[in-house]
């Protein structure tokens, strides 16, 4: 059990019979009255997000999420297939289940994948990922001494933003958890 006072960004509890991950909190101490705990939740199953405000004496049983490395295999278009590297098994997930790792994961990566009571609910590439630049204007001589940038495609089909420098076939390294340019490899 964990109070609403020991609530944590990242911290996933069970409330009404469905798992929610603390997205965002804030306890706050009003001058009259009691303190609370104001919480954005986001639901680890459907993605659903809600704002709720708790007691922080209220107490909630923490969820026991599992994470198992796998490799991303291939996609049929409606499929995603994993496979787990100690059985061999192969594990299809739909695009929502999916959708915010895949533009960081090409075939054969391996990423984590996240399970609660034996069922998927997500995917987490690595928080850095190495990924060559398949597109983008050409740089010109004396670009790098500005901090401008200028848009590329990479080879998952991700548009980000890269320095002036950057060409068409450089690899470079993203942060998967904003989506940014980090460095060229």
């Known amino acids: 059990m964990i109070s609403a006072g020991d609530f944590r960004k ?45 007691s922080p004496s209220d107490k909630y049983p923490k969820a026991h999420i599992e994470n198992k490395e796998m490799q991303y295999l291939y996609s049929d278009g409606e499929l995603y297939y994993f496979m787990d590297v100690e059985s061999y ?17 090409r075939e054969n990566d391996t990423v984590k994948v996240r399970f609660f009571k034996d069922a998927p609910f997500s995917v987490e590439p690595a928080n850095f990922v190495e990924l060559q ?21 990479l080879e998952t089909g991700y548009k980000t933003s890269v320095p002036l420098f950057i060409n068409e076939g450089d690899m470079i390294r993203i942060d998967t958890r904003s989506g940014d340019y980090m460095e060229r490899v």
């Open 10 to 54: 990242g911290v996933t509890v069970e409330i009404d019979g469905n798992v929610w991950s603390i997205a965002d909190f804030q306890h706050v101490k009003p001058g009259k009255g009691a303190a609370f705990v104001r919480t954005r939740l986001k639901n680890v199953m459907t993605g659903a997000v809600l704002e709720r405000t708790f």
């Open 89 to 105: 098994e192969q594990l299809p997930l739909n695009l929502s289940q999916v959708e915010e790792a895949i533009p960081f994961i």
């Open 133 to 153: 630049v398949t597109e983008t204007e050409p740089g010109f001589r004396g670009d790098t001494a500005t901090g401008t940038t200028k848009p590329a495609t």
